[in-house]
């Protein structure tokens, strides 16, 4: 059945954004920890928290290890045992650092010969004393974004260890963690149960805890927060804001969820809605009320950590705090409407955005050039427009509202802008260019907001790989893998036929402008860089690694017609049964010319052979139809035209040496036949990538 083990270290309280990563990477180290110590586990391990405490319980835990079983081979029999059959040094060593006698061991025939050999069993060791040892190592080794060292201890973890908790079994394993000795004790609520409580299992800890108003399961309180949050708004007839970040973030504040409805002056709805619910968001974790209408209330929903025993004054208490925040932040509204948003492009001369490569305002200039470059192919009726809202997008980092509210850049642009009259496409373009904000995240919907995305990613990508700011392993401070991303996802979304080369060309272009760099290594790195975020989001997407290969190692520009070629070669590679053939044809095609960099020209009058000029005529014949399918996109029709040069080749292979030594001439012209076709082969995909 196996033991039960309960693990509780108990701190100071850890941030609520550390819980979460912290948790998961404890599971990790314990299912690793149990299995290098040879403990076996039968039921659930499983971690819980809050933040006061780090909560690990295993179930069906062995008492002890498992035996180690130790097979060694040692020297071979000739060399063990003299000719009267006596042991020797090389047996005597081998026997002493296996801790047996001579005696003990056995000979083993192997492919070598026979050999000594010894197989030792060594009994597992309680699985206690194995804790006792290995515990303290265990959370240490939880990796936080933040750890501190108090006191004299030379012990580094979130927050201060404040109490231990281990059993095995209800019994205590001994150990000490942070100067602190861990025992059979907890404790309940900081506020409404502080007092020390013995826990004798499992059962009897969970059993305590929730009397001690204490709910260690985050899924649980994140669902109590949503209950008591909408019981809260319903009693203003309201709906808490859908905002399942804030939910997770003050479940991960609070032991034990509980809610008080607030209001404000009404005058406040005069500022802009994302104004005032992240004021209440980020400063102090409420959340919204909204009408039956989705229109904002003067109310709020704030999240208390113990049971409020006179909800008024707590009430009060949090209207008075928002109060002050509403209140700055109309200030900071009024200051900003005291000037035009495109005023403040110059200020964005004070703002440093890398050494060396300058000012936002030098960025600001450099990527609007490039977002009227990119208007002209995929927007042309708008370019003025493009251009508007590049150099406007950024003049609100500069506002007093997005110093106070980084969050709020882009939206504050797009407000506004709104309010000075600007058209709307440019107002959403202002807000939608930092789309998608996150890997996955959502896409822009504005074509204007997509082409200046672009434009500043581009120039973000090139700028950084120019002066010497590439990711290397996990190290990315400029995030030029999100935004290399983005522009792959934008532009496929959009379905703009683009070429990518020539957008990095001319990214480049514009900043040589400024700064000197070797654009033509630049360039190839910053387009292998492209190529390889491609083929990480299709593997992500679940295709395989030799399918995307197959496109991308000879296809890699216009990213709007990438997957439509990945998906339809897929589809071929399933449905058609000369695939496989097909692709060791082009294999053996492959490999005659890897080392002919020379490109021959083909003279039928040369052929010798009847195979080579069949094998021209059905290259001939349908060539022009393939390349037609090409320019339809059609590619699963162009391989299954295909097809029908597999026959010709193979016999064209055996019916003829390609590289005689005989004549020179003879040699050019079937290996110039050979490369009409590998050129034809590649114009949709590499097959030779494909393992098979």
């Given at each position: 059945?196996g033991?039960?083990l309960l ?7 850890i941030p609520?954004a ?5 948790l998961?990477e ?13 403990i ?6 499983r ?9 690990l319980?295993g179930?069906g835990?062995?008492e002890r290890?498992?035996d180690?079983?130790?097979?060694n081979?040692?020297?071979p029999?000739s ?10 040094k090389?047996?005597?060593?081998f ?6 006698s001579?005696e003990?061991?056995?000979c ?11 197989k030792?069993r ?9 804790l006792?040892e290995?515990?303290p ?18 012990y ?26 861990s ?9 409404m149960?502080p ?7 499992v059962?009897?800890y969970?059993r ?5 108003f204490?709910?260690?399961?985050q ?17 203003v ?13 003050v479940?991960n ?21 994302p ?8 400063h102090?974790?409420?959340?919204a009320?909204?009408?039956?209408n ?21 009430r ?5 705090v ?14 900003d409407?005291?000037r ?5 492009l110059?200020?964005l ?16 200039q450099?990527?609007t050039r ?15 427009d493009v251009?508007t ?11 007093h ?11 504050m ?6 309010l ?10 202002i ?7 996150r890997a996955?995240?959502?896409l822009?919907?504005?074509k204007?907001?997509?082409?200046v995305?672009?434009?500043?990613r581009m120039?973000?990508i ?11 392993g ?16 934008v ?5 703009w036929?683009?070429?990518?080369k020539?957008?990095?060309?001319k990214g480049?272009?514009v ?9 033509d290594?630049?360039?190839?790195k910053?387009s292998?860089f492209?190529?390889e975020?491609?083929?990480?989001l299709m ?9 995307i ?7 890699f520009?216009r990213?709007?017609?990438l997957?439509s070629r ?6 071929f590679?399933?449905?058609s049964?000369e695939f ?23 003279d ?7 195979c080579e ?6 290259y001939q014949?349908l060539k022009?139809n ?6 339809r996109?059609?590619y699963?029709?162009?391989?299954d ?11 064209f292979?055996?019916g003829?040496e ?9 040699k ?16 949709v995909?590499d097959?030779?990538?494909?393992s098979?």
């Amino acid at each position: 059945m196996g033991a039960e083990l309960l693990l509780e270290i108990g701190t100071e309280e850890i941030p609520s954004a550390y819980l979460e990563e912290g948790l998961n990477e404890l599971r990790r180290l314990a299912e690793a920890c149990l299995r290098e110590n040879r403990i076996e586990i039968t039921g659930n391990l499983r971690t819980y928290g809050t933040p006061r405490r780090l909560v690990l319980i295993g179930e069906g835990v062995s008492e002890r290890q498992k035996d180690l079983v130790q097979e060694n081979t040692g020297p071979p029999k000739s060399v063990a045992y003299d000719k009267e059959g006596k042991p020797t040094k090389a047996a005597i060593g081998f026997a002493q650092r296996q801790g047996v006698s001579v005696e003990e061991m056995e000979c083993v025939n192997t492919p070598k010969g026979e050999y000594l050999y010894v197989k030792r069993r060594i009994p597992g060791r309680p699985t206690e004393d194995i804790l006792a040892e290995v515990l303290p190592k265990l959370f240490a080794d939880i990796s936080w974004p933040k750890s501190m060292r108090w006191g004299n201890i030379g012990y580094a973890f979130v927050r201060p260890v404040q109490w231990v908790l281990a059993l095995l079994n209800g019994e205590v394993i001994p150990f000490e963690m942070a100067g602190v000795r861990s025992s059979n004790t907890t404790r309940g609520h900081r506020f409404m149960a502080p007092e020390i409580k013995e826990v004798s299992d499992v059962r009897d800890y969970l059993r305590k805890m929730e009397k001690s108003f204490v709910i260690i399961d985050q899924q649980e309180r994140e669902e109590i927060v949503e209950q008591v949050a909408g019981d809260a708004a319903r009693r203003v007839g309201g709906r808490p804001a859908q905002d399942p970040e804030l939910v997770k973030t003050v479940a991960n504040l609070v032991e034990h969820p509980s809610a008080v409805c607030g209001s404000f002056d009404e005058a406040f709805l005069d500022l802009p809605g994302p104004v005032l619910v992240t004021a209440m968001k980020e400063h102090q974790k409420y959340f919204a009320i909204y009408d039956e209408n989705a229109q904002l209330m003067p109310n709020f929903v704030a999240i208390n950590n113990t049971v409020v025993r006179d909800e008024s004054v707590v009430r009060r208490g949090h209207e008075r705090v928002l109060r002050a925040r509403l209140s700055d932040a109309d200030f900071f509204f009024r200051e900003d409407r005291k000037r035009m948003l495109g005023d403040r492009l110059d200020d964005l001369k004070r703002v440093i955005y890398q050494a060396d490569l300058g000012t936002s305002y030098a960025k600001v200039q450099r990527f609007t050039r490039l977002a009227g470059y990119l208007a002209e192919k995929v927007l042309s009726d708008k370019v003025g427009d493009v251009e508007t809202t590049a150099r406007l997008c950024k003049c609100d980092l500069v506002t007093h509202m997005v110093t106070e509210f980084p969050s709020l850049q882009g939206v504050m642009g797009r407000e506004y802008a709104r309010l000075e009259g600007m058209p709307e496409e440019v107002c959403l373009g202002i807000y939608e260019h930092y789309l998608p904000a996150r890997a996955e995240g959502q896409l822009p919907t504005s074509k204007i907001g997509a082409v200046v995305g672009l434009a500043d990613r581009m120039d973000t990508i090139v700028g950084c790989f120019a002066v010497g700011l590439e990711p290397s392993g996990t190290a990315d401070p400029f995030a030029l893998r999100r935004h290399s991303l983005a522009i792959i996802r934008v532009i496929e979304d959009m379905g703009w036929d683009l070429s990518l080369k020539e957008f990095i060309a001319k990214g480049l272009s514009v900043l040589r402008d400024e700064i000197e760099f070797d654009s033509d290594r630049v360039f190839a790195k910053v387009s292998a860089f492209f190529r390889e975020r491609y083929k990480q989001l299709m593997l992500r997407s679940g295709y395989k690694t030799d399918l995307i290969e197959a496109v991308i190692s000879v296809k890699f520009d216009r990213i709007n017609e990438l997957r439509s070629r990945i998906d339809q070669l897929k589809k071929f590679a399933s449905e058609s049964r000369e695939f496989q053939e097909l692709a060791l044809t082009f294999k053996r095609v492959t490999n005659i010319l890897k080392k002919q960099v020379k490109p021959f020209e083909v003279d039928p009058v040369l052929f010798r052979e009847t195979c080579e000029s069949d094998l021209w005529e059905a290259y001939q014949a349908l060539k022009d139809n393939v390349h037609e399918y090409l320019e339809r996109m059609d590619y699963y029709k162009a391989l299954d035209l295909m097809v029908r040069l597999r026959k010709p080749v193979n016999e064209f292979f055996d019916g003829v040496e390609i590289l005689t030594k005989e004549n020179e001439a003879l040699k050019a012209n079937r290996i110039g036949v050979l490369q009409h076709l590998s050129r034809l082969f590649l114009s949709v995909a590499d097959l030779s990538k494909f393992s098979i």
